[in-house]
């Protein structure tokens, strides 16, 4: 990169240690609530996974409703939690998986390159694996580009990282 450039990535990351946090707070407070009491009402994570568990469909959605509350409080965009569809499980009980989604797809790098490149005609972009690298001659270049994809809507949570002077 010549001297005269600045650059900063586009990414999709979450604090997993944050999603952990977020769900045992809902899981604690789902077990101390009385509207909770003997609904068979669960949840827990594996991976990159949270799932849910309940004996209703209603109690299932205030428990999502609940994870959801923690992982605002603890800045986990809720775009970065993509929910299934609500299954039947066993004895008419419901369950739900809700993904935790990082690294931004292959069709959404093209999207965000493409757009970028067109908002701000004086930057470019690299696609690197899951992150857009943009590169531009002026600050005031890379701002503009930066304030551009934070008002569009890709549909997943993005941050903006490594910023290089």
Known sequence: ???????????????????????DQAGRE?????DFKNT???IELTEEKIE??????????????????KAIKREIPLKALSEGPIQEASKGSARITVTVVTGIPDEKTKEISKFVRQAVSK??????????RV???????LQAAMGAVREHDFGIA????????
């Open 123 to 132: 930057v470019q972009t690299q696609i690197q694996g899951a992150q857009v």
């Open 158 to 165: 993005l941050q903006f990282t490594n910023y290089r002077p």
């Open 52 to 69: 849910l568990h309940s004996g209703t469909e209603d109690r299932l959605k205030a428990a999502l409703q609940v994870l959801k509350e």
């Open 30 to 34: 789902l077990s101390q609530r009385f």
């Open 135 to 141: 590169i531009g001659k002026s600050k005031d270049d």
């Open 1 to 23: 990169m010549a001297k005269d450039q600045f650059s900063f990535d586009i990414v999709s990351e979450v604090d997993m240690q944050e999603v952990r946090n977020a769900v």
């Open 40 to 42: 068979d009402t669960k």
